[in-house]
């Protein structure tokens, strides 16, 4: 993982959102307040904006610019979801020596430690770490196992959107949607489907790499 | 999208700087990391008030900064919580020494972010989170309810208790009783329209409201046809008072809140209902509040919020206050 | 229809009732025939000041009833002007023998109720008529232009001079030269409800603005293409400008009104557009005032007014005020 | 004429405002601020329900209390000058002895003229004098004429049916539509369409007994 890596993942990621924004957009009007894709899409128009200022900075610098971004600039729930994830990012261990594909998904699965402590939200509250719990646990399992890395992220593609069609039909505990009950049944979490769009995209690039 | 606006993305910084000059006799407005704080500091051994969430909702929470009420405000984006650098720099700004209270309503976001940024604070602070929906089934096992209108009277009466010399504890005691006196239900008419989006954020039939509507035009309980005043408001009485089973002849404030689009005769003519379906109740209200303070933009609709009175809420409901939305004593 | 309401025939006294007992520290209301007073006896030796005019313009003219400005206000049905007998009545009730001044704005509806109502009142007393709306073209030949916004600043400047044991011709006077001095100019997205009339007054697209409409929906100078609010400002401006021919570097009072429908944060983002625009015209703007004045129910949009401030009426304009909707000083 | 024929009349009256409404409540939309039928309707009720109070009453204090309730109860500019009108009427000398047919024309011209007095519009202002004062002429004439009075009144339908339609291609000096300039051309004047109802139905059912 380098600098270029994050970038160049922040335009394609950008473009797939973009193309999925009317229907984001739709599912947070639905069960929560309609801002998500544009906290989404204001996050990653500032990331490739830091473009410039991070291209030749260290690795853990130029995570922790993205970090400070990324909390200042988006707000709402994934502001600080995101934050999170970066931040602990930034703070991962012997980030000055080379990041392999083992040591980017500790990275990953450091940060989604920490924005399940920061949200307190477990697997089945109809939030984005319904995605990012199994999908990380996956990471853990590839790495752990050796597995062959083209087929872990096939199967990691497949958990992540099993799983974001797993909070249709869940009640939701934590979030906006908490608020609405039983009538929260039936729709898709925005930040389930956002997670799974950007788990989708870094995947299918680094398997065509 | 019918606004007055230039560009979406330069929407907020150009109201806050119009804010700004607009009551430059009480508040200034600090841009990057944005937040609205008092013109004049913080007295020395008064505790500071900061409160914020998304934009949207106005004259909450910047109309609200001044003498007797916040000593700073952080607006985030349009219905989106503020980031945590902005209530650091607020806390930074404000703090004499007393120490912050961060008043935060009861939502994921603003939970978060709030938390991120007191953790980046390094003076001494607490928060309390208000949650007077009653709309929302509360239970144990969810975020719980909704922090909505009520928030507004907590501001007020803890502004004052800050104002006359209270510690940081006992600001948080007074802000969590007017928070567990209070209870709030809302309805909506119309949808608003997020400037980012440039559409409504919901459809509604010509001949139909939102039951217990949230401040970002969240759903609420049911949707149903539109009945008569006197039926909408005795339907939210009826929840509120379920909800906070005030004695007979317990004292209350009333608080006929506008969520934006509402002319005032209509949130007047809901004031004398509630006054009535109230009094058949044998409830009694000594005090009241009616106009547009916690708002979702443009929509239509209303919010009816009870507040049970003891002394010490009264004599801090009382006190002088001046800001840009709320001004009496001085 | 979406809004609060009984009976639309109900609606007027059922709102007024609200309003008086929300208020009922400022101001009583009278129903038949309707008015709403100072809640104490106008001081003797201190001229009254009536205003009044169809309803719908809330907080306008009820919600500046108080010390410092009005004594009495009669409201008419919505948009309708009111009926003489509701001006005797009201002049009966607060004169203390210094005499009546009625503020009535240029319409041929309230100039023939107010003249009717004076010559059926037995006390001394005098008018004065606003008429600022610059949209209209104004002309010897008819009836000229609209009283809108401006009245707000009349009543107010006029109020505090009345207060201060101002006489009747003096207060005639000074009304005359502030409404001498002010210009205004509205434009409107949406279109207002009668609550009689059941559905919107005017059919307006979705990309359409009425620039230079009237308080009660009435056609402006052109239906035109909505635009960035930065160009409204200007035409807006610049239609004022043309009118007061302010002096290089005079001081003037920069007046945002909402409509009704239209959130606060827009106003203030109007607000700053203004101020950059007359700064760029080396207009100084000495005092604000942003917020739903002067509107039209629920109608979305927005006026400005300029008004061009000698000592005098600056002097009159920060003296203290105790309404419902305008308070400071005190 | 007597409180019978004035409380008769106003049921007709009414029955030919309410079938004409939606029409002049669009006129006064276009050109004005969309009240003048709710006025004029609120006028026409309160003076049918004071049936009960006045049919025993003496015809000018009936009069009086015709004119008090207009003028207290519609407000705007109609109830101000039909106010006057009938305070114009109840004030007429001789309202003790029995009022003919000329009698009733003199009072009828008397309170258009009061009107005229009171809202200084003239014939070509756009107004409801465009169509009150021609035909208060043409009662004049009548009366000083000894006319047939069938013929007349038929010749007054005619005289108020056009001077209401010449309001169209008018400019409006007086009223609400004066502050439009140009635009109010093309439009009828609503106060002259209810005003035409309004003789239009008196002179017929007087046609008629
Ligand atoms: N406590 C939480 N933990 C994890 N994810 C959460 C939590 N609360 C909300 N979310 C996620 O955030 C998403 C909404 O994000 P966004 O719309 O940007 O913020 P907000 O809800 O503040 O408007 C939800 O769809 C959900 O996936
Ligand atoms: N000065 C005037 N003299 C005579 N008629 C007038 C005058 N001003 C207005 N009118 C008449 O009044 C009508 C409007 O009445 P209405 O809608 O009831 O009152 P308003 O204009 O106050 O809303 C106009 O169509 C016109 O015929
Ligand atoms: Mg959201
Ligand atoms: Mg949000
Ligand atoms: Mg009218
Ligand atoms: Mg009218």
Same mark, same amino acid.
């Given at each position: 993982m380098s600098v270029n890596f994050l970038i160049s993942q922040a335009k394609n990621i950008q473009k797939v959102i973009d193309e999925n924004a009317p229907e984001i957009e739709t599912l947070d009007q639905n069960i929560g307040d309609g801002d998500h894709i544009f906290n989404i899409q204001r996050g990653l128009k500032l990331v490739i904006e830091l473009e410039g200022t991070i291209k030749d900075l260290p690795l853990p610098k130029a995570l922790n610019t993205i970090a400070m971004k990324v909390l200042s600039g988006i707000g709402g729930s994934s502001g600080a979801l995101f934050g999170t994830f970066f931040i602990s990012m930034a703070k =991962?261990?012997?980030?000055d020596k080379d990041v392999d594909f083992n040591k980017a998904c500790e990275m990953i699965i450091g940060g989604v430690k920490a924005m399940k402590e920061r949200g307190k939200a477990d697997v @089945?509250?109809?939030?984005?770490m319904d995605v990012l719990i199994p999908v990380s646990e996956k990471l853990n399992e590839i790495k752990n196992n050796n597995s062959d890395m083209k087929q872990g992220l096939n199967e990691v593609i497949k958990i992540a959107e099993d799983r974001m069609l797993s909070t249709k039909d869940m009640l939701a505990t934590? @979030?906006?949607? =908490?608020?609405l009950g039983e009538r929260a049944k039936g729709h898709i979490d925005p930040g389930a489907r956002s997670s799974q769009l950007i788990i989708d995209t870094i995947c299918k690039s680094v398997i065509n790499q | 999208m019918k606004k007055f606006i230039n560009k979406p993305d330069d929407f907020l910084n150009e109201s806050l700087s119009g804010f700004g000059k607009a009551h430059s006799d009480i508040i200034k407005v600090s841009l990057d990391p944005s937040f609205v704080s008092r013109k004049n500091k913080t007295k020395e051994g008064k505790v500071s008030l900061i409160s914020g969430g998304g934009s949207?909702? *106005?004259?909450m929470h910047g109309g609200f900064v001044g003498h007797g009420m916040l000593d700073a405000a952080c607006p985030g984006f349009v219905f989106s919580a503020p980031a945590p650098d902005q209530m650091q720099a607020a806390a930074e700004h404000v703090d004499s020494g007393a120490g912050v209270l961060f008043i935060v309503k009861n939502y994921s976001g603003d939970i978060m972010n709030f938390q991120m940024g007191a953790e980046m604070y390094s003076g001494k602070n607490a928060s309390i989170v208000t949650n007077d929906d009653v709309a929302v089934e509360d239970s /144990?096992? /969810? /975020?719980?309810r909704r922090g909505v209108a009520a928030t507004v009277l907590v501001e007020k009466i803890v502004g004052s208790l800050a104002e006359n010399g209270g510690s940081l504890d006992e600001c948080k005691t007074l802000g969590e009783k007017v928070n567990k006196n209070a209870g709030t239900m809302g309805v909506a008419f119309t949808s608003c329209t997020v400037p980012a989006a440039g559409k409504p954020t919901f459809d509604i039939g010509d001949d139909e409201m939102e039951f217990g509507v949230g401040i970002h035009g969240e759903p609420g309980r049911k949707r149903e046809k539109i009945q008569p005043s006197k039926t909408i408001v005795g339907n939210i009485l009826d929840a509120i008072l379920d909800n906070l089973k005030p004695q007979k002849n317990e004292k209350t404030l009333l608080f006929v809140n506008g969520m934006g689009g509402t002319p005032l005769t209509e949130l007047y003519l809901v004031y004398d209902d509630a006054c009535q379906i109230l009094q058949s109740k044998g409830v009694e209200v000594t005090r009241s509040l009616v106009g547009?303070?916690?708002?979702?933009? *443009?929509?239509?609709g209303s919010s009816i919020t009870i507040l049970k009175c003891d002394e010490e809420i009264l004599k801090n409901w009382d006190a002088p206050v001046h800001t840009a939305a709320m001004r009496w004593g001085m």
């Amino acid at each position: 993982m380098s600098v270029n890596f994050l970038i160049s993942q922040a335009k394609n990621i950008q473009k797939v959102i973009d193309e999925n924004a009317p229907e984001i957009e739709t599912l947070d009007q639905n069960i929560g307040d309609g801002d998500h894709i544009f906290n989404i899409q204001r996050g990653l128009k500032l990331v490739i904006e830091l473009e410039g200022t991070i291209k030749d900075l260290p690795l853990p610098k130029a995570l922790n610019t993205i970090a400070m971004k990324v909390l200042s600039g988006i707000g709402g729930s994934s502001g600080a979801l995101f934050g999170t994830f970066f931040i602990s990012m930034a703070k =991962s261990p012997d980030l000055d020596k080379d990041v392999d594909f083992n040591k980017a998904c500790e990275m990953i699965i450091g940060g989604v430690k920490a924005m399940k402590e920061r949200g307190k939200a477990d697997v @089945g509250e109809k939030t984005m770490m319904d995605v990012l719990i199994p999908v990380s646990e996956k990471l853990n399992e590839i790495k752990n196992n050796n597995s062959d890395m083209k087929q872990g992220l096939n199967e990691v593609i497949k958990i992540a959107e099993d799983r974001m069609l797993s909070t249709k039909d869940m009640l939701a505990t934590k @979030g906006r949607a =908490s608020f609405l009950g039983e009538r929260a049944k039936g729709h898709i979490d925005p930040g389930a489907r956002s997670s799974q769009l950007i788990i989708d995209t870094i995947c299918k690039s680094v398997i065509n790499q | 999208m019918k606004k007055f606006i230039n560009k979406p993305d330069d929407f907020l910084n150009e109201s806050l700087s119009g804010f700004g000059k607009a009551h430059s006799d009480i508040i200034k407005v600090s841009l990057d990391p944005s937040f609205v704080s008092r013109k004049n500091k913080t007295k020395e051994g008064k505790v500071s008030l900061i409160s914020g969430g998304g934009s949207g909702h *106005e004259p909450m929470h910047g109309g609200f900064v001044g003498h007797g009420m916040l000593d700073a405000a952080c607006p985030g984006f349009v219905f989106s919580a503020p980031a945590p650098d902005q209530m650091q720099a607020a806390a930074e700004h404000v703090d004499s020494g007393a120490g912050v209270l961060f008043i935060v309503k009861n939502y994921s976001g603003d939970i978060m972010n709030f938390q991120m940024g007191a953790e980046m604070y390094s003076g001494k602070n607490a928060s309390i989170v208000t949650n007077d929906d009653v709309a929302v089934e509360d239970s /144990t096992f /969810t /975020t719980g309810r909704r922090g909505v209108a009520a928030t507004v009277l907590v501001e007020k009466i803890v502004g004052s208790l800050a104002e006359n010399g209270g510690s940081l504890d006992e600001c948080k005691t007074l802000g969590e009783k007017v928070n567990k006196n209070a209870g709030t239900m809302g309805v909506a008419f119309t949808s608003c329209t997020v400037p980012a989006a440039g559409k409504p954020t919901f459809d509604i039939g010509d001949d139909e409201m939102e039951f217990g509507v949230g401040i970002h035009g969240e759903p609420g309980r049911k949707r149903e046809k539109i009945q008569p005043s006197k039926t909408i408001v005795g339907n939210i009485l009826d929840a509120i008072l379920d909800n906070l089973k005030p004695q007979k002849n317990e004292k209350t404030l009333l608080f006929v809140n506008g969520m934006g689009g509402t002319p005032l005769t209509e949130l007047y003519l809901v004031y004398d209902d509630a006054c009535q379906i109230l009094q058949s109740k044998g409830v009694e209200v000594t005090r009241s509040l009616v106009g547009n303070y916690c708002t979702s933009l *443009e929509m239509q609709g209303s919010s009816i919020t009870i507040l049970k009175c003891d002394e010490e809420i009264l004599k801090n409901w009382d006190a002088p206050v001046h800001t840009a939305a709320m001004r009496w004593g001085m």
